[in-house]
């Protein structure tokens, strides 16, 4: 995903621009897909990156401590349920 439009690019298109690019995840393309926990990283990088950029630094704010470690349980919760299934 684009972090300067904010749209989806396809992997051919976006492929110079790889590094910059923000991961989308999976279960957002395909509605078949399970939510691995690196895709719910990458949900959070890329909802974090535009919460911040369009709701809280316009504002002169940061984004809540409260969504680090809300964000950091799931990762958690997410690592210990594929530690089990293994």
């Known amino acids: 995903m684009s972090p300067r439009s904010g749209r989806a690019v396809s992997r051919a298109g976006g492929e110079d621009y790889r590094d ?6 999976a279960f957002l393309r395909d509605d078949a897909a399970l ?7 990458n949900a959070f990088a890329m909802t974090g990156f535009f919460l911040d950029r ?4 316009p ?6 401590e ?3 470690h809300f964000v950091s ?4 919760a997410f690592a210990a349920a594929e530690g ?3």
């Open 20 to 25: 910059k690019l923000l991961a989308l995840p």
């Open 35 to 41: 939510a691995s926990a690196t895709d719910v990283a």
């Open 54 to 57: 369009h709701a809280f630094a």
């Open 59 to 64: 504002r002169g704010l940061v984004m809540p």
């Open 66 to 68: 409260v969504r680090a």
């Open 73 to 76: 349980a799931i990762a958690r």
């Open 84 to 86: 089990r299934s293994a």
